[in-house]
């Protein structure tokens, strides 16, 4: 009797197996001339070469699908079991305004006009910037994008970055370790993430460099190929550093830069390098640009209101 043996990876077992392995159960009854036995993370499956090889079509195509939409119910399954093709069984595919399945099948979209246009822009242009006030979701989206061209495979690789101003880019005076020490500055990113991969997935991605997070000092001499890279905070960088960032890219790169004009920690009579290259940049063929406003707030009503009356404030000013 021949022998099929195949260990989950970056997923967690539990969910892809179904609460009391059902899912299991589902794939016996599709399968009858199988002996099938999940046990941890692998499963052992046991009969006809052809009919194993049959199995393991369909079990890779579960895989990718969960790998992608983060779910797997009973109609998933029966429609990958039963397709003819592998593209037959995607008409839960997600919408054009949908940019990843996250967690727990939550839907990631473009929820706004400017969001949309930023989806559409960064399709367009390997160089982006999306430029608005806090709250206005271009980290997010930045995000999304990332994450989908991962999934697509259009990308190796992921890096957020941004510069750590409130430390100086010289972080040695903070207790713990680099890591320890980087969070704090790295939490929105990681939070973005977190809404996206499952956890297990992503610890897994970050151990082995395939979304790395780290601060813009730490993308001097380093050439990006085959990235997705996000800078964010893009106004508290310097004339050096925006410069510096910009010539990172390398081959088949997106970059995705976002930023606040509005909230500079930089020392007083420091350019802001975000506002120099939305000037230097505004002409060339393949950067794109998006402005978001208040109009695009997605957090709490307040927040809008609260951009609305400092701009009264600043205006005045």
């Known amino acids: 009797m021949n022998e099929l043996v195949i260990e989950l990876s970056e997923i967690s077992p539990r969910e892809f197996f179904g609460q009391g392995n059902e899912h299991i159960e589902l794939l016996k009854k599709y399968f ?171 610890e897994s991605f970050i151990e082995k460099g395939v979304i790395q997070i780290a601060p813009l000092a730490f993308m001097r001499g380093r050439t990006l190929d085959n990235a997705f890279v996000i800078l964010d905070e893009a106004q508290n960088t310097t004339h050096a550093q925006m410069k510096m960032f910009l010539t990172r890219m390398g081959k088949s790169a997106k970059f995705i830069i976002t930023g606040d004009p509005g909230q500079i920690d930089l020392p007083r009579r420091t350019v802001s390098g975000l506002k120099e290259a939305l000037l230097v940049l505004k002409d060339v063929k393949g950067v794109g640009m998006v402005y978001l406003d208040d109009k695009d707030v997605i957090r709490h009503r307040l927040v809008k209101k609260i951009i609305a009356a400092y701009k009264t404030i600043e205006h005045n000013d």
């Open 32 to 202: 009858p001339k199988l002996k099938i036995v999940a046990r941890g993370s692998k499963i052992k499956v046991f009969g006809d070469e052809e009919m194993l090889e049959e199995f393991d079509k369909r079990f890779t195509m579960l895989i990718d699908h969960f790998g992608k939409f983060n779910k797997l119910d009973e109609n998933v399954i029966e429609r990958v079991l039963t397709s003819e093709s592998k593209e037959d069984y995607q008409s839960s595919k997600e919408s054009g305004e949908v940019l990843v399945h996250g967690v727990s099948g939550r839907l990631i979209k473009a929820q706004t006009a400017n969001q949309r246009k930023m989806v559409d822009l960064s399709k367009k242009n390997d160089l982006l910037f999306a430029i608005g006030p806090a709250g206005t979701g271009k980290t997010y989206t930045g995000v999304a994008l990332a994450v989908k061209a991962l999934k697509e495979k259009q990308v190796k690789r992921i890096i957020l970055t941004r510069p750590a101003v409130e430390a100086g880019e010289n972080l040695g005076f903070l207790p713990g370790d680099l890591k320890e020490k980087l969070d704090p500055y790295m939490q929105p990113l990681y939070d973005g993430l977190r809404d996206m991969i499952p956890a297990e997935r992503l």
